[in-house]
């Protein structure tokens, strides 16, 4: 065999047996390498109220409610929403800035605290948007449909 | 063919007659994309004005995946067939791809502060974008650690090689896991969600973008191919 050969197949076998590995690798990372939990995850999940953990899904249409609490002294408004992925919902609840794209049927990921299985105490909210891209014209047309 | 394209000074020959054209394309391509991109395509039903960022961040990420499998394409070459022009053509696209990474990472955090509410989070496509950003990083300083080039070639080579898994995890992290970021809107198997008046732009500045690169990477060879024949006519000259 030439010297070339013998590098060819010594280099792709090799290739081959770091890929390979690798994948195995990241297959069993799967579930430390998710950026969040869906409602039904999340619930299935021992977590205590102490730990930080995100949630993400969407927001269920009709369901943002804003309301005035006091937080210390201060009078804040507090947006309360549902989060569901259509099999389970939690309850959100949040005082601070809403991102642009926070509306309602859109996606949504959150990070705070599970404090029970329908609240869920929120420090952060980031808007999740989807793959869709049109003009807003469209959009009049292709909504109703949906 | 192949071993005729190899030849430095036949490549050089062949890269001379097409450099002008694809500066010229390049150039035809920006100027029709940037009269799509500020003033024919609408915005978006949701994002606003905000969506025009993606006609600079999308070919900057495809580029830089795209980069990286050509400079994996010539690692191999450069390991199993130990061809100097393989090795050019990679030291010559190093710097150009961390430059589209790190165009990809600016342009995205840009993009995510108005939409998501966010500049950066560790998600599985931001981060596996930023580990691409970092072994070009490592390809350049480790091409460039030896006084014997070829020894740093071909370290670098395998490091490429080596990198090649990142490849598919950043293309399909969207899918596999759970991210902020949005699944793929083009290579979709269904048809893409992109409308057409947002998808000219879109290739228009695709295609500019990558007869930019196309024409930069063909000066960076010229200067690379140079500057070792100076160096095999100073060893002789020593």
Redesign the interface.
């Known amino acids: 065999m030439k010297l ?1 050969t013998q ?2 197949f010594k ?1 792709t076998s090799l ?1 081959i047996i ?2 390979i590995g ?1 994948s195995i690798l ?1 297959y069993n990372l ?1 579930n430390n ?6 409602p039904s995850e999340i619930l299935e999940k021992k977590i205590s109220s102490l730990e930080n953990v995100r949630l ?1 899904g969407m927001v269920k249409k009709g369901s943002i409610k804003k309301k005035e609490t006091e937080v210390g002294e201060k009078k804040v408004q507090e947006t309360i929403f549902t989060i569901t992925d259509f099999e389970r919902e939690i309850f959100v609840y949040y005082v601070g800035i ?5 509306s309602e049927g ?1 996606g949504v ?1 959150v990070e705070g605290n599970l404090i029970n299985e329908n609240r869920f105490n929120a420090k ?16 009049n047309i292709v909504k109703p449909t949906n | 063919m192949f071993t005729k394209l190899a030849n430095p000074s036949t490549f050089q020959k062949i890269s001379d007659f097409i450099f002008p054209k694809c500066f010229g394309l390049f150039i035809v391509f920006l100027i029709s994309g940037f009269y799509y991109v500020f003033f024919s395509s609408p915005p978006d039903y949701l994002q606003g004005e905000t969506v025009r960022i993606m006609y600079i961040h999308v070919p900057c990420a495809w580029l830089s995946l795209g980069i990286y499998s050509m400079m994996a394409g010539c690692s191999f070459f450069s390991i199993v067939f130990k061809h100097t022009l393989a090795d050019i053509i990679s030291r010559a696209c190093a710097p150009l791809g961390a430059c589209f990474t790190l165009a990809t990472l600016i342009t995205g955090s840009i993009w995510g502060k108005p939409t998501w509410g966010t500049w950066w989070v560790w998600d599985a496509r931001l981060t596996s974008e930023l580990v691409l950003f970092f072994i070009y990083i490592g390809h350049i300083f480790i091409s460039n650690a030896y006084e014997d080039k070829r020894k740093g070639d071909r370290y670098a080579a395998i490091l490429t090689l080596l990198g090649i898994v990142n490849l598919p995890i950043i293309k399909w992290s969207v899918d596999w896991w759970n991210t902020l970021h949005q699944p793929a809107s083009i290579s979709k198997l269904s048809s893409p969600s992109i409308d057409p008046s947002m998808m000219i732009p879109l290739f228009l500045m695709v295609f500019s973008f990558l007869f930019f690169f196309i024409s930069l990477v063909l000066l960076r060879i010229k200067g690379e191919v140079i500057s070792r024949k100076l160096e095999i006519l100073e060893q002789h000259r020593a």
């Open positions: 070339k590098r060819f280099v290739l770091f890929l690798s990241f799967k390498l998710v950026f969040f939990f869906s993400g809403l991102p642009d794209l926070f859109q990921v952060i909210v980031l808007a999740k948007h989807d793959e869709n891209y049109m003009p807003p014209e469209l959009d």
